[in-house]
């Protein structure tokens, strides 16, 4: 016996439609999963009935809660490559485009590594920004 759909469920059918769009002459699949070990997989292609091209992407995520990193990658048929390195809730910016980034690591108890950065938004390419290093022992 099937279970009935939520009410967001009723008519997604026809909501794609205009959501997505309807490709005539055109086969689209788009599928996205999760794996166990909390890897995301989302993929999708298109292929034209008419000319015979198709065209195709895949994107993989990662996250490491305990760092905030996220990890992705993506290809395409067209063979270009991306990757992204995401570094979440470690970076403030000012009014004045000054983009403050901080990360401490306790390496054991009563030791701890601190990295930050201080990074001129205005003038990302003319230098003149700033990193610290710090090493904290605690007795």
Known sequence: MCNTPTYCDLGKAAKDVFNKG???????????????????????????TDTGKASGNLETKYKVCDYGLTFTQKWNTDNTLGTEVSWENKAKVNNASLIGLGYTQTLRAGVKLTLSALIDGKNFNAGGHKVGLGFELEA
């Open 22 to 48: 309807y490709g005539f002459g055109m086969v689209k699949i788009d599928l996205r999963t999760k794996s166990c070990s909390g890897v995301e997989f989302s993929t999708s292609g298109h292929a034209y």
